[in-house]
């Protein structure tokens, strides 16, 4: 019954969902934020790195057992997990992926945190547009952390900071030594309840120049009641719905709307 909720909500936003090209829309900012950044194909030299990384991954015959502190997986069950389908499953698809790297070199954050490394996919994405930036990415299991390190040493990411155990022991002790947040990748536990405590959490370290950007808003009807709680918060202004993705911005120039756009 989930699973058919959840394509008949899809069906719903292919539908309906419009601003593709950016036009229709008012703001000077939303336009070229929609037409430059979020539906644009433009390539960088490391999106195909990161991208044969991900297809020599899903070649490999490598278990590992997952600890996972968050809601799980809707297809995966078992603690013994291969590498591949940990990418196939859960690591971030191109498409989103390529729009974090867009969206890192649009706005170009110093300190970029990350709730959820998984095999470090996505933490590449964040990680590669500029080597001076500084990333933090938090991962509950030490076995799926491993790999991710694999694949930063690889890339020679040497911007990149694990912590590795349970985020809601990590993330303020972190947070503590952080001063400010530029940009953060919410991708961890899917689950409304978490969602909105590490929201509450990084929104101390928040200045209007700050982007969150929150994976499958959309996977549950918790994650939908966390994503309308947090766009409605009093710092949060303009919100961007792309159904697999919520984006966030706290700038006080920006008009508080949510817009849904086609993706």
Known sequence: MQNIRFLLKYIFYKLFARHKKGFGLHSPFLYSLV??????????????????????LL????????????????????EKRKVADIV???AVKM????????????FNPSTILELGTSVGISTLYLAMPNSKSNIYTME???????????????????NIQQVVGNIDENLEPLLNKINKLDFVFFDANH??????KYFNTCISKVHEKTIFVFDDIHW?????????????NSKVTLSIDLFYMGIVFFDTKLSKENFVIKF
């Open 140 to 158: 509950g299991c030490a076995e799926t952390a491993a790999i991710a390190l694999n694949n930063f040493n690889l890339f020679n990411a040497n």
């Open 220 to 232: 549950s009807k918790g994650m939908e009641n966390a994503w309308k709680q947090l766009k409605n």
């Open 95 to 106: 498409k989103y992926g390529e729009l974090l790297f867009r969206l890192i070199v649009r």
């Open 191 to 196: 689950t409304q309840e978490a969602t909105i």
């Open 88 to 90: 196939n499953y859960s």
């Open 59 to 78: 070649e490999s015959n490598q278990e590992i057992t997952v600890n996972d502190f968050g809601a799980g997986s809707k297809i995966m069950k078992s």
């Open 35 to 56: 037409s430059q950044v979020i539906n644009n194909s433009s390539s960088y030299y490391a999106m195909d790195d990161i991208w044969n990384l991900r297809d020599d």
